[in-house]
């Protein structure tokens, strides 16, 4: 009996597991046959004998599952109706307990599942679990100690090695970051967000953050992610879960400059539907202007143009239904002349629509004309009702236009934005006729005549609002101003004209000296105005005043005014006004090096920027020059040395060179002395800047002095790497660019770089320029930087120039992409040589920092590579090697790399047995202006690689047996005892390895030792590490 028992007890087992198999069978094929297979489901588990059984069939019946690794439509069909049973509640249902039951049940499963070795068993655990909570009602009944077991469980997954378990574990623990219980899993989420290496996991976390200030910051950083699909997750988050509101206006500008600047069309069309579905219906009632209100378009105007550019672009604007300015102009108000006055936001709109309006009629205009017939008149058709639409939204008149800005303009300062957004609209207008000209002209005489703003301060002194260089204050004020004058005088000289009748009105007072420093400032504003935007110097002449009369009666005399502001301004006007002659004159860079010697840091840093715009432009050769003097460059012996030099005596420093002189001030020790400790970096920047334009145009200066370049070029790099300038994100971007471009622009390029190499990495090196006592830590990281920079410049010299013509293929038809119109002195034979040559330079008894520098270059030079067409430098760098390799004799895996470049160059040398001669070797050691003496250097081979220590295990010592050794053993030939095949000989004892390796170092002779067949007791070998052998020898 209790046999046949126990078989029935199987058999129903076996017959329960087929029908849930058959109901498991049966939703694999489509989603609509799991309501009534989930009915099925829970019928079996009601009319099985206990529901412990039931989850014996149910687990054993799901099991293979977990080994299916496959995402399937049919497995995931499975997994969510399994999902749907476990949290299945019938209203009809009276077992809700069994039912808690046997979800606790279920879990427990699934939790242990979770830690299985097997990935694909967590995956599908982690699944099944992530779909049971996002379904679970919340009047389900599990007990707190599994659900703190399940939370415990998924943290671990977290940080699970498989991205899909870390994406369903997330996705399961995202049900309980409401509960302010579970504070940890909300900021496990936000640690591991930025170090989560996956984008799946990364946008699971995203969409799973909570609204809340904490998660904010986080989510409006992945705006930046580098996968797409995290960064629409972003938008899609805001918009679900953050009100307008709850935004602060930097946040909100972040946010829309982000998503309407990215270049995924996908993000850009998820940040509109953020703006036309959200923020747009819900919290402005379809106002664009009402949206602006909320981006503080006068501090972040950038973001709000592109907005209702954006806005504009996808129609959601009726144009047809928008009002014209001509309401602004006639409307009743409070204000005088009967004219309201605009806020910034209308003012933006208005100047964007109508500038959307104008270039739609410009594009329509333009398709019309290059097709032809029906289309052509249908695209005239659309440019005719753009420029009618444009001017029914402009204003009436240009006098009305007119009155409309001087409104704005009278009103003060708080309408100084709506002021320069009408003056922009000025473009829109027609000044062709001599009446608008002459009403527009009035109100260009009043722009330039306005003084500048000021204020008192409590001390009751006049404190100037504004810049103090631009005119108004403000650079997009003159910008505007500017664009205006000249629509209005668009004649050719007509501008030059009006705007130097002003400036001789506003000089009389400076000349006289009756001027106060408000008015210096305003009338070199409007001369700065002038000399940026004349065409060019001709048209200065035969004016109001002359431009030398403006040289030495405003610019000159204002460099040298008490006021700090007035010099600053000053001088900028000087850098333009040279910008703009032939040559510059004696007294512009006279004044401008006595300012940047003698200035404060305000005027060091404005003389700089003048100086180097000067060079640029003109030329560095140029602007020394310019001084009458015989100017001489400390560069050329790549020495420079400024001690000497008395830089307070404006009279004493004119032979030195501009390129000098700034150089001078790069170096902190001598900057320090004049410029203040927070405008160091800031000074530096700008003349790395400058330095970094000069040497990437250099081309363009073929009379230049090119000797200073690689001093120039290596104090970039080393600037580069600085540990201090890792915050000026601005420099090291510029760097960046310029480094990428640099070498591959010219092959001089590459020699200056060839000639920088060693001077930088000196200089990096701790230890070998200077004797400063340091930290071990910060030796390892100098040395770490310093090798990062050598690797660096060896990957810029190995970049290809830039070429039109097709790339010219070497004897053996290979295309050669390596620089092959190079000469070797610009190429990496170059390179190596100087490499070669400072190891060598150095004695044989080092310090430990001369070690690790030499050890350094060795393992940047085996990086290099020789064309075969250079022959001559093959067969010296063969000559140099030998040397080389005494100098790194105990390194047993860079003599290693020694001897394959050694081997390369063997079968690279096309006459391998013939010897450079002396006068060759110097007529390469000249051209890379190098003092080598290769009499000095001796050819002998490079010493064989020291055999490494063995790593068998130790055995009982053994009794050796006495070794029959011949008596000619100390007579052998070193390139003839080695056998042919060497694969035959037999592993020698590590004593025998260690005395050969030792003999060879004391001797630096390449023999080998033919060893005899070890024997023992046990007939076992030791294995020792392999020696040179003579055909090894023969390669170098």
Known sequence: MPRATEEDELHHHKLLKEKIARVFDGTRTSHATHT??????????????????FFTAFSETLAPLFDFSRRTASAERIIKFVAAFATFRSEKNINALEIDEFLERFLRFLLVASTAANKTSRHRACQIISEIIMRLPDDTEVSNELWDEVIEHMKLRVNDKVPAVRTFAVRALSRFLSDSENSDILELFVDKLPSEQNPDVRKTIVLSLPPSNAT?????????????????????????????????????????????????????????????????????????????????????????????????????VNLEDVKSLHEFSTSDGP???????????????????????????????????????????????????????????????????VELVKAHLTAGSNYRFASRQLLLLGEMFDFSDATNRKVAGELVQELLHKPLDHEKDENDNDIVIGDGINLGGDKDWASAVSKFVRQVHAALGEFEEVVLTVVAELVQPCRERTADYKEWLHCLAVTGLLLESARSYHLLQGKAIEPAEILHSLLLPGAKHAHFDVQRAAIRCLGLFGLLERKPCEDLVKQLRFSFIKGPSSITIMSSKAMLDLGLWHGPHEVDKAMNQDVTSQFKDQKVDFSSINWCDASENLHIGMLDMLYWVMERNCISDFVESDE?????????????????????????????HPLLLGKLIGLFFSSDSKDHLRLKQCLSVFFDHYPSLSA???????????????????????????????????RKRAVQAARFMVQMMQAPLYTKDNVPKDGDGSEDTKDVFLEFDSGEEGLAIRIAAEVMGFPSNKTAAEKSYVSALCRILVLLHFRSSEQGPIKLMRQLLSCIAQSVVAERELLKELKEMASRLKAADRSPDQQLSSDQANHIFGRLELEVNLDEVESVELPPTPAPRSIRTARAR??????????????????????ADSSNMRARSQRASKTAAMTRMTTNNTSSINEEEAEDDDSQEDSGSE??????????
């Open 36 to 53: 009534r297979k989930l009915k099925e489901l829970f019928t079996l588990f009601l009319s099985s004998a206990s529901p412990g059984k």
């Open 216 to 316: 904010l910051a986080a989510i409006i950083d992945c705006a930046l992610d580098v996968s797409e699909s995290v960064r629409k997750a972003v938008y899609c988050v805001l918009a679900s879960k953050f009100p307008l509101q709850s935004l602060s206006i930097k946040l909100r500008t972040t946010i829309l400059q982000r998503g309407l600047a990215d270049r995924s069309a996908a993000v850009v069309k998820e940040c509109l539907n953020l703006i036309k579905d959200d923020w747009l219906p819900k919290f402005c009632n379809g106002d664009p202007v009402e949206l602006l209100k909320y981006l503080d378009v006068e501090t972040y105007e950038e973001v709000g143009e592109s907005v209702i550019c954006a806005i504009l672009k996808e129609g959601l």
């Open 335 to 401: 204000l005088k002349h009967d004219i309201q006055l605009m806020e910034p936001e209308v003012a933006l709109y208005w100047r964007i629509v109508c500038k959307h309006l104008q270039m739609e009629a410009q594009v329509k205009g333009s398709d019309a004309a290059m097709t032809m017939g029906a289309e052509s008149a249908v695209y005239a058709a659309e440019a005719s009702d753009s420029n009618d639409l444009l001017d029914r939204v402009l204003t009436a008149s240009v006098s009305e236009y």
């Open 680 to 708: 160091i970096e800031f000074v530096q920047a700008v003349l790395a800047e400058g330095f970094a334009k000069i040497l990437l145009l250099s081309e363009k200066y073929p009379n230049a002095d090119a000797s200073s």
């Open 748 to 782: 001089n390029h590459k020699k200056c770089l060839s000639k920088a190499f060693i001077p930088v990495t000196r200089s990096l090196w701790p230890g070998i320029m200077d004797s400063a006592k340091r930290s071990s830590a910060m030796v390892a990281m100098m």
């Open 958 to 979: 053994r009794r050796p047996k006495a070794e029959e050794e011949s008596s000619s053993d100390g007579e052998l030939s070193p390139t003839s005892v080695v056998p």
């Open 1027 to 1036: 020696v040179t052998s003579a055909d090894d020898s023969d390669a170098f």
